[in-house]
Nanobody
Framework: QVQLVESGGGLVQAGGSLRLSCAAS????????MGWFRQAPGKEREFVAA????????YYADSVKGRFIISRGNAKNAVNLQMNSLQAEDTAVYYC????????????????WGQGTQVTVSS
């Protein structure tokens, strides 16, 4: 059974930074694409960023492009999200996702999801 566990969420002032991490266990994710989604109160879940198994393909939502950086962990069984210049609109629960195909992760159709970590940006 695959488990994805997010960490690194918290409260930060607008303009600040946070780094989220997601660690996979139960099976190796070294050949899996991984990504991040978020869901704000009263809104639908939305795509944030995704990275292919070898880091060769990376894709960002327009709303975070230039501010967020996604990367794989050294063992490639983890994914990180460096969030800079945070804004109040970035407040949401952030979820990690994984799937064998990059396009499937981007589309939010993956089978594997974490439980989420709360990010709150105060203005």
């Amino acid at each position: 059974q695959v488990q994805l566990v997010e960490s690194g969420g918290g409260l930060v002032q607008a303009g600040g930074s946070l780094r989220l991490s997601c660690a996979a266990s139960g099976r190796t994710m070294t050949t899996y694409a991984m990504g991040w989604f978020r869901q704000a109160p009263g809104k639908e879940r939305e795509f944030v960023a995704a990275i292919s198994w070898n880091g060769g393909s990376i894709y960002y939502a327009d709303s975070v492009k230039g501010r967020f950086i996604i990367s794989r962990g050294n063992a490639k069984n983890a994914v990180n999200l460096q969030m800079n210049s945070l804004q109040a609109e970035d407040t949401a629960v952030y979820y990690c996702a994984a799937e064998s195909k990059f396009a499937t992760v981007v589309a939010g159709l993956g089978d594997y999801w974490g439980q989420g970590t709360q990010v709150t940006v105060s203005s």
